[in-house]
């Protein structure tokens, strides 16, 4: 099972830019798809982005289209998150999740994720 540490939260002003990073270790990081999951005050944890294990995939949610992007480094065991036009409503906890490659059914379901970072919290102020 692999294990996932997120860093680079922060404080940003909006239209500013964030990068985020997910360090995995143990496990065959390539055995897994990766993906981003946030959670905003008083708010379920929501689905923004997901990488599939060798890169041909990408799924985005609607709110970070043409804001967002995911990429990963499976040499150095990696998943970053950057994003750009930052508004207020990103505010949130981000966490990094790591799904099974062999695991079926909607990529965008957490049920599907087997391990979770402990998240890293994004401000964007006004």
């Known amino acids: 099972q692999v294990q996932l540490r997120e860093s680079g939260g922060g404080l940003v002003q909006a239209g500013g830019s964030l990068t985020l990073s997910c360090a995995a270790s143990?496990?065959?990081?390539?055995?897994?798809?990766m993906g981003w999951f946030r959670q905003a005050p008083g708010k379920e944890r929501e689905f923004v982005l997901m990488?599939?294990?060798?890169?041909?995939?990408?799924y985005y949610a609607d709110s970070v289209k043409g804001r967002f992007t995911i990429s990963r480094d499976n040499d150095k065991r990696m998943v970053f998150l950057q994003m750009n036009s930052l508004k207020p409503e990103d505010t949130a906890v981000y966490y990094c999740?790591?799904?099974?490659?062999?695991?079926?059914?909607?990529?965008?379901?957490?049920?599907?994720?087997?391990?979770w970072g402990q998240g890293t919290q994004v401000t964007v102020s006004q």
């Open positions: 990488i599939s294990w060798n890169e041909d995939n990408r």
């Open positions: 143990g496990g065959t990081f390539s055995d897994y798809n």
């Open positions: 999740g790591a799904r099974q490659k062999i695991v079926p059914g909607s990529w965008d379901d957490e049920r599907g994720i087997g391990s």
